[in-house]
């Protein structure tokens, strides 16, 4: 199995801060054949089902706000929210749909300092 | 627009079969590409993925959960299902379905306990 590692596991954050978390795969999630990383964030906020905010590493879902940033390739991945909202504090999960059994990180919580 | 919704019986027992529905609209899983899959989530801890169904009845599973799953679809009504066999506590989670891959659509997702 492809394992997901996220870090932080929890950051405290005060809105307009940028944030940046990681998450690295134990193998690469980028395919040759199509240059794609098959690497997923989703953002689950309390009480909530998971949302979709990147695909393909860097790709932002129709309707994310732009401050959602995707990066990286290979292994290693960031999702960086350039200026934190109230309403961005949710858990951030990554997820590799590379291969079977897809996995997901741990997940980043994010909370008010 | 897609939609998803899943529905389930709520509580069962320990060794009893869990099934579970998933009613989708605004997508085809008669068409080239389109997949379901089912991911469950204990309360407060991580996401687990389970099953994907695809167009072509297509099927994977997580091999974590020992041949205990079987995920099938009615294209017809626009449905898919997952039963998990034999369950025990440590199968009392959300059990959400979502629109594959990514997952770019979830359910609301469906509460099961399994309890004596």
């Known amino acids: 199995d492809i394992v997901m590692t996220q870090t932080p596991s929890s950051q405290a954050v005060s809105a307009g801060e940028k944030v940046t978390m990681s998450c690295k795969s134990s193998?690469?999630?980028?395919?040759?054949?199509?240059?794609?990383?098959?690497l997923a964030w989703y953002q689950q906020k309390p009480g909530q089902s998971p949302k979709l905010l990147i695909s393909?590493?860097?790709t932002r879902e129709s309707g994310v706000p732009d401050r959602f940033i995707g990066s990286g390739s290979g292994t290693d991945f960031t999702l960086t929210i350039s200026s934190v909202q109230a309403e961005d504090l949710a858990v951030y999960y990554c997820e590799q749909y590379y291969d079977t059994p897809y996995t997901f990180g741990a997940g980043t919580k994010l909370e008010l300092k | 627009q897609v939609t998803l919704k899943e529905s389930g019986p709520g509580i069962l027992q320990p060794s009893q079969t869990l099934s579970l529905t998933c009613t989708f609209s605004g997508f085809s899983l008669s068409t080239y590409g389109m997949g379901v899959g089912w991911i469950r989530q204990p309360s407060g801890k991580g996401l687990e993925w389970l099953a994907n169904i695809w167009w072509d009845d297509d099927k994977y599973y997580n091999p974590s959960l020992k041949n205990r799953l079987t995920i099938s679809k009615d294209t017809s009504n626009n449905q898919a299902f997952l039963k998990i066999t034999n369950v025990d506590t440590a199968d009392t989670a959300t059990y959400y379905c979502a629109r594959i891959c990514p997952m770019d659509a979830w359910g609301q997702g469906a509460s099961v306990t399994v309890s004596s």
């Open positions: 193998q690469s999630l980028l395919y040759s054949e199509n240059k794609k990383n098959y």
């Open positions: 393909w590493a860097s």
